[in-house]
Every structure is written in structure tokens, then in C-alpha cells.
């Protein structure tokens, strides 16, 4: 006679055995939605202009965890779905993704980054149905989170790109994949946060569905005397006066001290702090200069 078995659900194993707590079990993801380990962020000082950071810390406010209920039950009661999207611009180096980590710190969220690499295909549809696996597997980690976690493009521009009328199979397949984002961000119900060099890319229909648009500028001088004087506290204050006079990003000071770091162990007498990065700021200037691309 045929051998039959049961196995319970954790659903009834827990009410059979209210003792015994069972984890849920952690969904299998598509290769292109990547969960970061938050808990290895490092906090970290971010310093932006004073114009920018009434909107940032606005979107800092709105994240804080004893804050969500109360958006989502605002937003609720005026739009049927109560998604948060956040769209940040800005120059190489201004500090969006490092922006985007330190919220997720900050706030005690999972981070789920989608990778476009992953998510293309050559064969025929593949392409179309890993973007819609990508917010189903994002759905299903929200619902198992305790706070809602956010859902990260960086580079955005790479995928929320201007629709085409283009007749090429290419093409075809771009506009769909437009077309299936276009609805997913119309009926959001997560955490969206979406990076990007080129904001003027990006097709008008996408814009309309972002509730935040945040341009961050390039550090002003003011900025980048604060920079300074918190990074490299050991200059004076006359030195960090003079330094502050130079263009630069916190990502390219983030590129000096590595570079330091590699000199102390090539060399015995490394240059003084002072001259070194003088000298990085001036080669960086002169870098500047010599790259601009186009015509005058």
C-alpha cells in the first residue's frame, strides 16, 4: 500500500506549539536584486551645501522608524498606495550613494541594491521577467521585515531611460521594460531611492513618479573648509582656509587618503600632510582643466 506523510506549516506548528517560535524562511532572490549587509556600514560625517540639506534632512525625518506609520496612514488616507520614492542627482563624488548607506544605517533598514547587469538577458522575454522579479522579491522581503527595507538603483539612468521609437528588437524590449517599471512605480507600496548623474534622461513619466527630487550640488567653499578641518584636523586653520580654495569632492579626499596610506607603507618619509595634499588638490585642478570635453 502506497506510504503517505504530513508535513505541518510553520503556520500550524505555532499554534500547535505557541512556545516555539519558527523564522520565516528567507525568500530565494533574483540575481539581480543583491541584499547589502547594512551592519558592516561604517557611520560616517556627510557634509553638503546649506541649500541642500533642508530636503535631506527632511527625507532623513521621513525614514526615522517611529516615523513610517504615520506617512503611510497620511499618505493612505489622500493616495491608494503609500510608497516612498526618492529620486537623488548630482555630480560624481557629491555623495548620493554614501547618502543612501547611512540612511539605511541610520534607520535600521535592510538595503537591497538592483544590479541592471543582472537583470539583462539575451534570450527573448528574459529580460522583461527579471524586472518584475526584482519588485515581486522585494515585495516579499518587505513583507517579512520589520521596517519596511529600501529598494536601491543606483545609476539609475542606465534603466529609467527615455522611451524610443525605434523599431529595432532592442528598442522593443527598452519599452517594455519602461512600460513594466512605469506601472510598478505606480502602484509602489515600499522604499524607492534612485541615483543618477543625468537626471535629464530620464523619460517625464518617471519623473511624475517620484515624490522627492533632490539635486545635491558640488560642495560650495564653505563646505569643503568643513571637510577638511573634520578629516584632517591636524592642518591649521590657515592651511585648511588656503586648501578650501580648490575644487574638490568628498569622494576625491576619500581617493587622497588612500593614496596616503599606500605612500606610508612605499615609503619610509612619506611628504607632510599639508604639502601632499596641496599637491593632490593642484594635480586635480590641472586634471580638471585638461578633460573638458566640447567646443566653445
Not at 543583491?34 to 535631506?56: A, M, S, W
Not at 515585495?139 to 529600501?150: D, F
Not at 584636523?233 to 582656509?241: M, V
Not at 576625491?252 to 599639508?274: G, S, W
Request: proline share 6%; aromatic share 10%.
Amino acid at each position: 500500500s502506497p506510504q503517505y506523510s504530513f508535513i505541518p506549516s510553520p503556520a500550524l506548528l505555532q499554534i500547535c506549539i505557541p512556545a516555539v517560535t519558527f523564522e520565516a524562511p528567507t525568500p530565494k532572490l533574483h540575481s539581480a536584486l543583491k541584499p547589502l549587509d547594512v551592519g558592516t556600514f561604517r557611520p560616517k560625517d556627510l557634509f553638503y551645501n546649506e541649500t541642500d540639506k533642508q530636503q535631506i534632512e527632511l527625507i532623513r525625518d521621513v525614514l526615522a522608524p517611529e516615523k513610517e506609520q504615520s506617512y503611510k496612514t497620511l499618505l493612505a488616507e489622500h493616495e491608494q498606495y503609500s510608497g516612498l520614492t526618492i529620486m537623488l542627482a548630482g555630480g560624481p563624488g557629491v555623495g548620493k550613494t554614501e547618502l543612501v548607506k547611512q540612511i539605511a544605517l541610520r534607520s535600521g533598514r535592510g538595503l537591497f541594491l538592483f544590479e541592471p547587469s543582472k537583470q539583462r538577458s539575451k534570450w527573448f522575454g528574459e529580460s522583461e521577467k527579471a524586472i518584475q522579479a526584482v519588485f515581486e522579491d522585494y515585495r516579499k522581503c518587505a513583507q517579512q521585515a520589520e521596517l519596511t527595507p529600501i529598494l536601491f538603483f543606483n545609476e539609475a539612468d542606465s534603466i529609467l531611460s527615455k522611451r524610443t521609437d525605434s523599431a529595432t528588437s532592442t528598442s522593443s524590449t527598452e519599452n517594455v521594460i519602461q512600460t513594466i517599471l512605469l506601472q510598478e512605480l505606480e502602484q509602489f507600496d515600499g522604499i524607492l531611492i534612485c541615483t543618477t548623474n543625468r537626471p535629464n534622461s530620464f523619460d517625464e513619466a518617471f519623473n511624475r513618479r517620484f515624490i522627492f527630487h533632490l539635486h545635491i550640488s558640488p560642495p560650495d567653499q564653505k563646505t569643503r573648509l568643513a571637510l577638511l578641518s573634520h578629516r584632517y584636523p591636524t592642518l591649521t586653520a590657515a592651511q585648511a582656509e588656503e586648501l578650501s580654495n580648490y575644487l574638490f569632492t568628498a569622494a576625491e579626499l576619500d581617493n587622497f587618503k588612500k593614496q596616503q596610506l599606500i605612500e606610508q607603507l612605499a615609503r619610509p618619509n612619506p611628504a607632510p600632510l599639508y604639502e601632499a595634499l596641496l599637491g593632490f588638490l593642484q594635480d586635480l585642478k590641472t586634471s580638471l582643466t585638461c578633460n573638458q570635453i566640447g567646443y566653445q
